[in-house]
C-alpha cells in the first residue's frame, strides 16, 4: 500500500527565516497531496495542496512543489512568523473511488522570535 | 457556513467498554472520513462513508466500526475497549464526488482509556 516518509520530525527556524519540510511517497497512482497544520489541542487544519497535474503551488507565504518523477514534494514557507509554529502533515491520495489519505509521520515547526 | 462537529470532546472509559462518537459534516459534504491519531503511529486511517455505504476501511480490528445516516452524520463506535485504543479521533468531511476534493477535519474526540 501507499507509504508517506517525511522529513525532518523537529525543525526550528528564527523569526524571518524559511523553513522546508519534504515528504515521498510510494505509491505512482497517487494523484493529490495536501498539506496540513495543526495547532495544540485542535485537528489539522488544510493549508495547501498540488494535483499531480501542477508542478508548483503558491499562496502567500506559503508553496508546495512536486516532483512526480522522484515521487516527492515539499513545503515552502518563507518569512515564518511564531504563529507558524505548529505540527505539519503531509499526505497522499491515490487515483480511485476513495478519498483515503496516507500522512506523514508530522513536523514539529518551532519558529522561535 | 459551520465547520466539521465532534461529540464528544473528551472521554474517559474503562477496559472492556465501548464508546459512540459522532460526527456532524459540512452542511452539503457526502462523504466522511475518519482517522485514529496517537504519538507513536501518527494519523492512521479507519474507514470512509459516501452516501450511507462504507467506500473504503483501513487496517483496523473488528471492534472499530462506523456507520452514516441519510443526512451525512456519522458514528463510530469501538467496543471491549483496549488500553491502546486511547487516541485522538477524528472526523473529516468532504464533498466526495471528486478524488482529489479537499477533506475537512473536526476538532477531534480525545478518548483515554484507563
Known amino acids: 500500500g501507499e507509504n508517506v516518509e517525511q522529513h525532518p520530525s523537529t525543525l526550528s527556524v528564527q523569526e524571518g527565516d524559511s523553513a522546508v519540510i519534504k515528504c515521498t511517497y510510494s505509491?505512482?497512482?497517487?494523484?493529490?497531496f495536501p498539506w496540513y497544520k495543526q495547532e495544540l489541542g485542535k485537528g489539522p487544519q488544510l493549508i495547501i495542496d498540488i494535483r499531480s497535474n501542477v508542478g508548483e503551488k503558491k499562496d502567500q507565504r506559503i508553496a508546495v512543489t512536486l516532483n512526480k518523477t522522484a515521487k516527492h514534494f515539499s513545503l515552502h514557507i518563507t518569512e515564518t512568523q511564531p504563529e507558524d509554529s505548529a505540527v505539519y502533515f503531509c499526505?497522499?491520495?491515490?487515483?480511485?473511488?476513495?478519498?483515503?489519505?496516507?500522512f506523514g509521520k508530522g513536523t514539529k515547526l518551532t519558529v522561535n522570535p | 457556513k459551520a465547520g466539521v462537529t465532534q461529540t464528544p470532546r473528551y472521554l474517559i472509559k474503562t477496559r472492556g467498554q465501548q464508546v459512540t462518537l459522532s460526527c456532524s459534516p459540512i452542511s452539503g459534504h457526502r462523504s466522511v472520513s475518519w482517522y485514529q491519531q496517537t504519538p507513536g503511529q501518527g494519523l492512521q486511517f479507519l474507514f470512509e462513508?459516501?452516501?450511507?455505504?462504507?467506500?473504503n476501511k483501513g487496517n483496523f480490528p473488528g471492534r472499530f466500526s462506523g456507520r452514516q445516516f441519510s443526512n451525512s452524520r456519522s458514528e463510530m463506535n469501538v467496543s471491549t475497549l483496549e488500553l491502546g485504543d486511547s487516541a485522538l479521533y477524528l472526523c473529516a468531511s468532504s464533498l466526495g464526488s471528486s478524488n482529489t476534493g479537499e477533506l475537512f477535519f473536526g476538532e477531534g474526540s480525545r478518548l483515554t482509556v484507563l
Open positions: 499526505a497522499a491520495r491515490a487515483q480511485g473511488g476513495s478519498e483515503k489519505l496516507v
Open positions: 462513508y459516501f452516501s450511507e455505504t462504507q467506500r
Open positions: 505509491d505512482s497512482a497517487s494523484n493529490y
